[in-house]
DNA sequence: CCAATAGTTCGAAGATTTTGGAACTATTGA
DNA sequence: TCAATAGTTCCAAAATCTTCGAACTATTGG
């Protein structure tokens, strides 16, 4: 296992994060469902897939990306695989109350 | 002065906002600004307009548009002109603490 | 090693947004 | 009543996003 041989992904430190680039990324449906699942933890590329969709992977990658460029997610290599997981305390400390905003079920009610 | 003659705008019910769509809305720089002005108090159209931007009557109007169709602002006639104004309490409702924490200044330091 | 696995990246087509000039509409001050 | 004011709407061009197949890259089990 040589050192650096790993594919390592790019991320923007906590400090430089953008409140409109995060937004940005929450903003469309998948990416906001792929977030809310990764709330409970952890979860490898494959399992971000949102409920019943059937995402191409070049798709899903996409969306990640997005996210990751936002700094809402961190991508790192795991073996063959990868873990994708929310930078909950990064976000936490840029933009408090944000994410817990976001992740809230909207109140139930028309 | 006849009924019905003044140019009212449509506006989502509270209980009809989206997430996503509000988030989208929010996302552009000149619109959050617009927003966080609005957050001092209401505005004719006019005075939305972003620092130093001089943008065309009609780039603002469609930007006043976006954020309308959200659910985030209310446009209503006033006179010659229109105040423009924050859905606070609809916002807070709906989607609590969203408006508190994309209002508050992101934390100084790098 | 080799093949299979897990994803990323490339590229191109299609959809959506953004922008801004020009035309249009109400409303009011003179 | 008329012109000026304050905005919206229409339209089209340019920019950006979204999607997804195909090619490419690491990594590991056998």
Redesign the pocket.
Known sequence: ??PG???E?AHPDAADLVLTDVLFALS?P?RLEITRRLAEGPL???ACQPTGGD????????????LREAGVIR?V?H????YVSLRRDDLEQRFPGLLAAVLRPAPAGE
Chains 1, 2 share one sequence.
């Open positions: 296992m040589r041989s790993t594919r992904l469309d998948a490898e590329v494959a995402l191409p992977k070049s798709t899903l990658s996409h969306h990640l990306k997005t991508n290599p073996g063959r695989q990868r």
